[in-house]
C-alpha cells in the first residue's frame, strides 16, 4: 500500500509535465490567434459617436497697488464639452468565417455598421457658467473604435442634411482602455506582444462639423467594418438602441446589459439592446480639461463569437481530474491482484500509471487535429485496450483481466460527463468518488488485511 502512495506521488510529475504543455499549446494557440486578428482588424469596440466642442473659460483676477492702482488680470482655460447623442440607433450585421494557421483557427467576421440618431446641444449650452464660452463652429464628431485596420469604408455619413467627411483618428477620445477588453491571460499576453497593441485601442474616426448650431440635429452613418472574436459597443446615447445579428451559431452574450431579445438558431442569431441613460454611469454631456478622463468601458456590451469546443479548455480540465483516474486503475490492479492471489510487482503498477497519464497526452495532441469528442474516443479506446491486454499477460485468465477494461472504461466515460457538464462537475466527480470508495469497501469487506490466510 506505501508502494502504491509513493507511485502515485511519482506520476504527479509527468502529470505536471502535460498540465504544462497544455498551457504551452493554449499560449501557442492564443499567438497564432493574435497574429491573424492583426491583420484582419482585432475585436470590434464601438464607442460613440460624440459631438466635441472645443471652449475657453475666461477669469479675470483682480487686485490693487499703491503704484499702479487696479490691476485686471484676464487668463484664458481651453476645455472641451463632450455631448452625447440624445437617441442612438446602432445596428450591426456580419457574415462570419474562421481563418486558420496551420492547426489553429480563429472565427472572424465582416458586414455593415450603421449608426443613426440625433444631437441637441442645448442642455449641455444652458448649463455653461457666464465666463465659458464654446465655438460651435470647431466642432468635430468623433466615432472611437478598437482597431483602425477593421474599417474598410464608409458608405454612408450624413449630417443634418449635409455629407461628412471624416478622418482616421479618434483626436484623443479613446473612451475606454485596453484594460476594458475581456481577454483571457493568454490573449492578452499575445495582444501585448503585437508591436501595435496601443494602437488597437487608439483608433476611431472624426469629422468637422462646420455647420454645427445649438439646436438639434440628425445624423446616419453606415460604413463596412471586420473584426473578430467580440464585439463590443458603448451605450453612449440617452436612449440608446442595439441590434446585432449574424450567422454564427453559438453566440455568448456578455457585458455589461444582456439582451432585452434575442433569437439563436443552429445557423445564425439576432438580439437587440434597449438601454436608457439612467441605467448606466455616463453623462449626457461633460465639460472637461483632460482628454484622458474619458473612460467608460464599464458599460461595454455585446456579444462573443463563442465556440462550443475549446480544446484547450477541455483539455486543462481533463488533466486537473487526472490523479483521481490515476488512483481507479492502481485500485483495481491492486484488488485483482489481492482476489487472484497472484503477486504483482511496482513496476507493472509505474507502467499501467504512466499508460493512463500518456491519455492525456493523445487527448491533447490528437485533438489538435480532429474534433475533440472523436479524440477523446480514440484515445480512451486506446488507452483501455493496451490496459487490458497488459491485465491479460499479469493474470491467470480473461475471466479476471477483463475487470480491468471495464474499470478504465467507465472511468473514462465518467470523465467525458464531468467535461461536457461544466455546471455538475462537482456533483459528478463528487458522487463518482463516493461510488468508488463505496465499491471498494464492499469488496474488502471480509478481506483479511494482516495476511492471515
Not at 493554449?26 to 486578428?37: L, P, S, V
Not at 479675470?60 to 499703491?66: V, Y
Not at 506582444?193 to 445624423?219: H, V
Not at 491485465?391 to 477483463?402: A, I, Q, V, Y
Amino acid at each position: 500500500m506505501l508502494m502504491l502512495v509513493a507511485l502515485v506521488l511519482l506520476l504527479l510529475l509527468p502529470l505536471n509535465m502535460i498540465r504544462g504543455l497544455v498551457r504551452e499549446r493554449g499560449r501557442t494557440a492564443a499567438f497564432a490567434e493574435a497574429d491573424i486578428m492583426e491583420a484582419w482588424g482585432n475585436q470590434l469596440i464601438e464607442a460613440g459617436p460624440v459631438v466635441i466642442i472645443p471652449g475657453v473659460q475666461t477669469t479675470e483676477h483682480r487686485s490693487k497697488t499703491e503704484k499702479d492702482g487696479e490691476k485686471v488680470d484676464i487668463t484664458k482655460q481651453p476645455f472641451t464639452l463632450m455631448v452625447s447623442p440624445k437617441k442612438l440607433n446602432i445596428d450591426a450585421s456580419f457574415k462570419t468565417e474562421v481563418r486558420k494557421r496551420g492547426i489553429f483557427s480563429v472565427p472572424l467576421f465582416q458586414g455593415t455598421l450603421a449608426l443613426s440618431g440625433s444631437f441637441d446641444p442645448a442642455m449641455a449650452v444652458s448649463e455653461l457658467r457666464p465666463n465659458e464660452e464654446v465655438f460651435f463652429n470647431q466642432a468635430e464628431l468623433v466615432i472611437a473604435l478598437s482597431s483602425q485596420k477593421g474599417i474598410r469604408k464608409i458608405n454612408k455619413s450624413e449630417w443634418d442634411g449635409g455629407e461628412l467627411f471624416f478622418q482616421p483618428g479618434n483626436r484623443g477620445y479613446n473612451l475606454f482602455n485596453p484594460g476594458d477588453v475581456p481577454l483571457n491571460a493568454d490573449k492578452r499576453a499575445a495582444m501585448r506582444d503585437a508591436e501595435s497593441f496601443t494602437d488597437k485601442y487608439g483608433g476611431g474616426i472624426y469629422a468637422a462639423l462646420p455647420r454645427f448650431q445649438n439646436k438639434e440635429a440628425e445624423f446616419s452613418i453606415s460604413m463596412e467594418i471586420q473584426g473578430g472574436q467580440l464585439v463590443r459597443v458603448l451605450p453612449i446615447g440617452q436612449d440608446t438602441s442595439v441590434r446585432i445579428s449574424s450567422d454564427w451559431p453559438s453566440p455568448s452574450f456578455q457585458g455589461a446589459f444582456l439582451p432585452s431579445a434575442s433569437s439563436v438558431s443552429n445557423s445564425e442569431f439576432s438580439a437587440r439592446w434597449d438601454i436608457s441613460y439612467l441605467s448606466r454611469d455616463i453623462p449626457l454631456f461633460q465639460k472637461d480639461y483632460s482628454k484622458d478622463r474619458y473612460n467608460y468601458g464599464g458599460s461595454l456590451f455585446g456579444v462573443d463569437f463563442f465556440r462550443t469546443i475549446d480544446t484547450y479548455a477541455l483539455n486543462t480540465r481533463a488533466v486537473k481530474y487526472a490523479i483521481l483516474f490515476l488512483m481507479v486503475p492502481f485500485l483495481t490492479l491492486f484488488l485483482l491482484e489481492v482476489f487472484t492471489k497472484k503477486r504483482i510487482h511496482p513496476v507493472p503498477y509505474l507502467l499501467s500509471g504512466i499508460g493512463n497519464a500518456v491519455f492525456y497526452l493523445l487527448l491533447l495532441s490528437l485533438s489538435e487535429q480532429i474534433p475533440f469528442d472523436t479524440a477523446y474516443l480514440i484515445a480512451a479506446f486506446a488507452v483501455t485496450a493496451l490496459m487490458t491486454l497488459y491485465s491479460r499477460s499479469l493474470l491467470p485468465s480473461w475471466g479476471k483481466s477483463w475487470y480491468m477494461g471495464l474499470v478504465v472504461g467507465i472511468s473514462y466515460v465518467l470523465l467525458y460527463a464531468v467535461l461536457n457538464a461544466e455546471s455538475y462537475a462537482l456533483l459528478i466527480g463528487s458522487v463518482g468518488a463516493f461510488v468508488i470508495i463505496a465499491l471498494v469497501m464492499f469488496l474488502t469487506r471480509k478481506l483479511d488485511w494482516y495476511g492471515g490466510e
